[in-house]
């Protein structure tokens, strides 16, 4: 980037040793030739001014997009549900006027804040869904079931 930007000064510096070339041509045709060559040159490195710009704004851009992300990603903690699931929970204080959450490991790791939508609770787990990445997870540890025996006692095989 700082190459490109040191170019960019070089070929200014060659178009103005051009430009004052021009003074000590005195045939008309060939200073004309000479002129609309320079003029072509000077339209380059405006043209590759305007894309060094461009590429600043857009460095800049996600300079700004990192920074906030490691502002938000400080207000949640990975969470361990049980069962080998984790989520990023809301830490208690972290609020900001949003109700208590959790965001999607994979999205958080992508720097997405995606917030894991509950469909209910499934043998004594809470089944979520993240809406960007479409990854499942189920909260909570399994609860082993309970058999009856065939005659009417409770069987535990665990």
Same mark, same amino acid.
């Given at each position: 980037?700082?190459?490109?930007?040191?170019?960019?000064?070089?070929?200014?510096?060659? @178009?103005? +040793?051009?430009?004052?070339?021009?003074?000590?041509?005195? +045939?008309?045709?060939?200073?004309?030739?000479?002129?609309?060559? @320079?003029?072509?040159?000077?339209?380059?490195?405006?043209?590759?001014?305007?894309?060094?710009?461009?590429?600043?704004?857009?460095?800049?851009?996600?300079?700004?997009?990192?920074?906030?992300?490691?502002?938000?990603?400080?207000?949640?903690?990975? !969470? +361990?549900? *049980?069962?080998? !699931?984790? !989520?990023?929970?809301?830490?208690?204080?972290?609020?900001?006027?949003?109700?208590?959450?959790?965001?999607?490991?994979?999205?958080?790791?992508?720097?997405?804040?995606?917030?894991?939508?509950?469909? *209910?609770?499934?043998?004594?787990?809470?089944?979520?869904?993240?809406?960007?990445?479409?990854?499942?997870?189920? @909260?909570?540890?399994?609860? #082993?079931?309970?058999? !009856?025996?065939?005659? *009417?006692?409770?069987?535990? #095989?665990?």
């Amino acid at each position: 980037m700082a190459i490109d930007v040191l170019a960019g000064l070089s070929i200014f510096k060659t @178009l103005f +040793d051009s430009a004052k070339g021009l003074k000590d041509i005195n +045939d008309a045709a060939i200073r004309n030739a000479a002129v609309v060559d @320079l003029q072509k040159e000077i339209l380059a490195a405006q043209a590759e001014q305007m894309a060094l710009l461009e590429r600043v704004s857009e460095l800049e851009a996600k300079v700004a997009s990192f920074e906030a992300w490691d502002c938000e990603k400080l207000r949640y903690q990975l !969470t +361990d549900h *049980g069962g080998g !699931t984790f !989520t990023y929970a809301l830490k208690a204080g972290k609020e900001e006027g949003e109700p208590f959450h959790r965001i999607c490991p994979h999205c958080y790791e992508e720097r997405r804040k995606s917030i894991l939508q509950s469909r *209910g609770l499934f043998q004594g787990r809470e089944k979520v869904v993240c809406l960007s990445c479409e990854s499942e997870f189920m @909260l909570g540890v399994i609860q #082993p079931q309970r058999q !009856t025996h065939a005659r *009417g006692r409770d069987f535990n #095989p665990f």
